[in-house]
Nanobody, 124 residues
Framework: QVQLVESGGGLVQAGDSRRLSCRLS????????VGWFRQTPGVGREFVAA????????LYSDSVKDRFAISKDKAKSEVYLQMNSLKPDDTAVYYC?????????????????WGQGTQVTVSS
């Protein structure tokens, strides 16, 4: 079983940058996809970005693709979400997730393992 631990959340101002980290607890198989989702109260989890662990494939939601960047460090078993030009609408709990055999990177149910989430609050 894969355990994921997110870090890097906090309170920032609009226009600021922030980097989230997701540490995976075990060696990650090449077929894993690691994704970032976010959730606000009363709303389902929204896809943000994803990366294939064993390849270079990445995918972004339209709302963040020009501002956020997902990357990985295999040696550290970590995945990062660099968030730039943050907006108040980016305020949410951000979750890291890992999926084995995930076909649709944007669907939460296709991920097998989830972290506990980290809060990002963007003030205007």
């Amino acid at each position: 079983q894969v355990q994921l631990v997110e870090s890097g959340g906090g309170l920032v101002q609009a226009g600021d940058s922030r980097r989230l980290s997701c540490r995976l607890s075990k060696q990650t198989y090449l077929t894993y996809v690691v994704g970032w989702f976010r959730q606000t109260p009363g709303v389902g989890r929204e896809f943000v970005a994803a990366i294939r662990w064993g390849a270079t494939d990445t995918l972004y939601s339209d709302s963040v693709k020009d501002r956020f960047a997902i990357s990985k460090d295999k040696a550290k078993s970590e995945v990062y979400l660099q968030m730039n030009s943050l907006k108040p609408d980016d305020t949410a709990v951000y979750y890291c997730a890992a999926g084995l055999g995930t076909r649709d990177f944007t669907v939460p149910s296709q991920y097998n393992y989830w972290g506990q989430g980290t809060q990002v609050t963007v003030s205007s």
